[in-house]
């Protein structure tokens, strides 16, 4: 059975060029704040978007909007569990069931276990809180 969390995300707009990931990991270091799910991608020429997953919420809040990284702050789901086929079908049926679309998900398996970040419309968050019992 999976476990669902509703957590906050944090988004920093970054420059899509070589060390600035780094240059944001070595700062979160710096200041020993640490994360439980980082994503970033290039959003168009010379752009990148980064999403991070604190494990202090607050500390990573507080850090960004002080270094003016901090661009969107929003709440999604963090479902982890055993690897296994259809492991995210109970939580997806659900969502469906519920008429709650999915905006975004990512997800991992690794050494027998999953993690999965769902993204829903900011004015579907209590909705789905509610259908995924957080």
């Known amino acids: 059975m999976a476990a669902i969390q509703q957590?906050?995300?944090?988004?920093?707009?970054?420059?899509?060029?070589?060390?600035?990931?780094?240059?944001?990991?070595?700062?979160?270091?710096?200041k020993n704040i640490g994360l439980a799910g980082l994503w970033g991608f290039a959003t168009s020429p010379g752009k990148a978007q980064l999403y991070a997953v604190a494990k202090n919420p607050a500390k990573l809040r507080g850090f960004w909007r002080a270094s003016r990284l901090l661009a969107e702050e929003g709440k999604g789901f963090f479902i982890t569990g055993n690897d296994?086929?259809?492991?995210?079908?109970?939580?997806?049926?659900?969502?469906?069931?519920?008429?709650?679309?999915?905006?975004?998900?990512?997800?991992?398996?690794?050494?027998?276990?999953?993690?999965?970040?769902?993204?829903?419309?900011?004015?579907?968050?209590?909705?789905?809180?509610?259908?995924?019992?957080?």
């Open 7 to 30: 957590v906050s995300y944090f988004r920093a707009n970054l420059q899509d060029k070589p060390g600035e990931l780094l240059k944001v990991m070595q700062a979160l270091k710096s």
């Open 84 to 134: 296994r086929t259809g492991a995210l079908n109970a939580t997806l049926e659900s969502l469906a069931k519920n008429g709650i679309n999915i905006v975004a998900v990512d997800a991992i398996a690794v050494g027998g276990k999953f993690g999965s970040f769902i993204w829903v419309k900011p004015a579907d968050v209590k909705k789905a809180a509610k259908v995924l019992g957080k």
